[in-house]
């Protein structure tokens, strides 16, 4: 019995790290590595390591690059239901530079072969569920059916809308209880010409409402931390809308930091509580997951996050 089910992507990282970011046309020399990751995955070792019982339903290929992912999701006592895919396991080229900021290009591969039926082949997983997270790195229609299958089962649901879109389907909006968008993702969901933390609450707030009118939207700010906007579920807070500062990190890599983030603050709903808190809890996972370079194998374990910030959902 799982409290969280991802359903989403695994990839093979391929990262090069280099000084700068390269430029069009531009050849670098850099420093290379592999290893997991894909947003899906990120997301699901961070639940389990963040101290949910995590399922992660997946596509994988007959290679390598699934036996990997089927080792990896074993060590972290993750339970894996992988689609057979005809296509090879997905892949993705990262840069990194010098500050930890970094460029993506994804291959989809296996991802995109994840199915509506294959998802609702697993149906009875998500009746024991406290939690079901979701991305935009596979199919809609499957991603769209994980949150009908949550909806239907009273579990909270939360999409991470990434990577951007221009617009998402009204019904798969209606199913969403909690929304993390970056600013680049929100401003292209809302069509607004702009989205900043120099706006005002008031501003972002608006912007928030028009996107998902009855739900949470969590507006992921990067160095600014993160602005939490309410619809008609204040969860526990006192206030409709607000920001959470960053928690000051020793960064070295952020790839997936906002993964981490995510898998983060859906494990916080194995426990009752106060919305904010488990804003406070995703931050600093978050923020310790960029003191290790990679993605997926860059999460931190639970009780190390809690020995060093103190955070009430660690335990």
């Known amino acids: 019995m799982s409290q969280v089910i991802v359903v989403g992507s695994f990839n093979v990282d391929h990262v090069w790290r280099c000084d700068a970011l390269p430029l069009r046309g531009q050849t670098l020399a850099g420093e290379y590595s592999t290893g997991p990751g894909g947003k899906g995955f990120n997301q699901a070792i961070a639940a389990a390591r963040s101290g949910g019982l995590t399922t992660f339903i997946c596509s994988l290929g007959d290679d390598d690059g699934a036996a990997l992912a089927r080792r990896l999701a074993a060590d972290a006592s993750l339970q894996l239901v992988a689609f057979d895919a005809v296509s090879p396991t997905g892949t993705a080229g990262i840069w990194v530079d010098s500050t930890g900021h970094n460029s993506i290009v994804i291959g989809p591969g296996a991802n995109g072969e994840l199915s509506e039926s294959f998802v609702a082949s697993h149906g009875g997983s998500f009746g024991s569920a406290r939690v079901v997270l979701a991305q935009l790195e596979n199919p809609l229609p499957a991603i769209t059916h994980a949150l009908r299958l949550g909806r239907a089962n009273n579990v909270v649901t939360i999409l991470n809308p990434a990577p951007a879109v221009k617009s998402l389907p009204v019904e798969c909006l209606s199913l969403v209880d909690i929304l993390t968008p970056n600013e680049t993702e929100l401003q292209l969901l809302a069509d607004a010409p702009d989205v900043s933390a120099s706006m005002s609450d008031e501003e972002l707030h608006a912007i928030c409402r ?106």
Not at 231 to 237: A, F, M, T, V, Y
């Open 210 to 315: 028009r996107v998902l009118p009855h739900g949470t939207v969590v507006l992921t700010l990067g160095e600014n931390g993160s602005f939490v906007s309410h619809g008609d579920d204040l969860r526990g807070d006192a206030m409709a809308f607000y920001r959470v500062g960053i928690i000051p990190a020793k960064t070295v890599d952020t790839t997936g930091a906002g993964d981490a983030f995510n898998g983060a603050l859906a494990a916080t709903f194995r426990h009752d509580g106060v919305f904010k808190d488990r804003i406070q809890w995703a931050s600093a996972y978050a923020a310790m997951s960029t003191e290790s370079p990679g993605a997926a194998m860059s999460m931190p374990l639970a009780n190390d996050v809690t020995e060093r910030f103190g955070a009430r959902f660690g335990a």
